[in-house]
């Protein structure tokens, strides 16, 4: 009876050790990826990085793949499950996509986490189902005008004698939401709806930018004074860029943009200043820590993230941008 009882502990122990290596095991073997839309832009190398760098003090793996188009996503995807992976992040390229990247994700088991860019269902409606990190970018964009109509009565300019450049991409809602902000903003501060003039851009980069904002400048070029507003920095530097071929100096313009990351920084460590003012910088560390570390309790203990985490922003100009960039981590 003795031996019996022996053997029985012996059994429940080993049992339990054998469960425990299997769960340390488990947590060993976790691999996720992180498909960004935009891999060459600071930004999301930010975010990757920072996931990169959770996995390496927490023992997981992080894929850092590029989804820059739909197939490019769903190949990402498939190249994941291959590797083992349980589960992605992502900023789509297509807030559309989201039901077709879910079905492929749900054909593998993955989980799914979205940063930054949030899915949208057939109704035009966030996946809510889909947890979400990102900004919010209404409020976002009204620290934007905020800022420009303040730099405004810093300069003593008159807002019916100013005009804006609104660039503008409404196929993406985080863009729409951003610069409709930004302009409420705006208005709210006694600009004139009549003054302000969009730019639509085939993409969110500063050449797409660029292209779009120079012929908005030279059919307008009765004013002397321009702000410059869009869905990030990248695109309000393609306007800037553009006001300086038309031949507006810098006390001219006013810039701002949203992130603040590696273009802003280059442009406020240029020796002389730029009609870019500033940008409302959001940690895009932290974007690519959280969102890692939200799917990795996801994968192991079975938490699923809030459906949608909202962060601020702090704005970033030449005169503090160093100071910021320490405070958010950047």
Not at 68 to 88: H, M, P, R, Y
Not at 223 to 231: D, K, Q, S
Not at 316 to 321: A, G, I, K, L
């Amino acid at each position: 009876m003795r031996f019996n009882n022996l053997s029985r502990l012996v059994l429940s122990v080993g049992l339990a050790m054998g469960s425990l290596s299997a769960a340390q095991a488990a947590d060993d073997d976790v691999k996720m990826g992180f498909i960004v839309k935009k891999p060459e832009q600071a930004w999301f190398i930010n975010e990757q990085e920072a996931a990169t760098q959770l996995g390496e003090e927490k023992g997981f793996e992080v894929v850092r793949l590029a989804g820059e188009d739909g197939q490019q996503v769903l190949s990402a995807i498939d190249n994941l499950n291959s590797q083992g992976a349980q589960g992605f992040i992502i900023c789509p390229p297509d807030v559309r996509l989201g039901p077709a990247i879910m079905n492929r994700a749900k054909q593998y088991g993955m989980k799914v986490v979205t940063v930054d860019d949030r899915f949208v269902g057939p109704d035009g409606q966030p996946m809510e189902d889909v947890p979400h990190l990102g900004m919010s970018g209404y409020k976002i964009g009204q620290q934007v005008g905020n800022a420009i109509a303040e730099e405004m009565k810093a300069r003593g300019w008159d807002p019916e004698k100013v005009a804006a450049l609104r660039i503008t991409n409404y196929e993406l809602p985080t863009a729409k939401e951003r610069t409709d902000g930004a302009t409420d903003a705006l208005l709210e501060s006694g600009f004139k709806k009549s003054n302000i003039f969009d730019a639509p851009q085939q993409n969110t980069d500063t050449s797409s930018a660029f292209a779009a904002a120079s012929p908005v400048l030279s059919k307008n070029g009765d004013y002397e004074h321009w702000v410059i507003f869009a869905l990030n920095e990248e695109s309000v530097l393609g306007g800037v860029r553009a006001s300086e071929q038309y031949g507006l100096s810098p006390d001219q313009v006013i810039g701002v943009g949203i992130n603040g990351s590696g273009a802003a920084f280059a442009e406020f460590s240029r020796e002389k200043p730029t009609g870019f003012h500033g940008t409302v910088a959001v940690s895009s560390t932290m974007h690519g820590q959280q969102s890692a570390e939200n799917l990795y309790q996801w994968i192991t203990e079975g938490e699923k993230p809030p459906a949608n985490t909202e962060t601020s922003g702090t704005l970033m100009t030449r005169d503090n941008w160093e100071q910021v960039r320490k405070d958010l981590n950047l």
